[in-house]
């Protein structure tokens, strides 16, 4: 919920207010569109997570969502900015933190 305030209130001071006059330049924008980026990955991660638990809660594999990321890796095009203009974290970074949380999952 926390996070979710953060989001709305960068996104709340990017678009109006003295700190739009003061960000209106390139740079400015640039910098607006990293903050709104990182939280989109952040719950794009999150999201992942609560698939897999409620995957498993459901009876299903909670590992499929690697499955399916590995499938879409090769799809991937990673720009020479690394993906920091992106809304989804790479594939690499979903399947690492995906694996991370199963082997911290209770009931695999």
């Given at each position: 919920?926390?996070?979710?305030?953060k989001?709305?209130?960068?996104?709340a001071v990017?678009?109006?207010?003295?700190f739009?006059a003061a960000a209106?330049?390139?740079m400015?924008?640039?910098?607006?569109?990293?903050?709104?980026?990182?939280?989109?990955q952040?719950?794009?991660?999150?999201?992942?997570t609560l698939a897999?638990?409620?995957s498993?809660?459901?009876?299903?594999?909670?590992?499929?969502?690697?499955?399916?990321?590995?499938?879409?890796?090769?799809l991937e095009?990673?720009?020479?900015?690394?993906?920091?203009?992106s809304?989804?974290?790479a594939c690499?970074?979903r399947?690492?933190?995906?694996?991370?949380?199963?082997r911290?999952?209770p009931?695999?």
């Amino acid at each position: 919920m926390e996070r979710m305030l953060k989001n709305a209130l960068i996104k709340a001071v990017s678009r109006g207010g003295h700190f739009q006059a003061a960000a209106t330049g390139t740079m400015g924008q640039i910098g607006i569109g990293f903050l709104e980026k990182a939280y989109s990955q952040e719950n794009e991660l999150r999201a992942d997570t609560l698939a897999a638990r409620l995957s498993a809660t459901a009876g299903y594999d909670p590992a499929a969502g690697i499955d399916l990321f590995l499938a879409l890796q090769p799809l991937e095009k990673e720009s020479f900015l690394g993906g920091y203009f992106s809304t989804h974290p790479a594939c690499r970074v979903r399947i690492m933190q995906l694996r991370q949380f199963l082997r911290a999952f209770p009931d695999k």
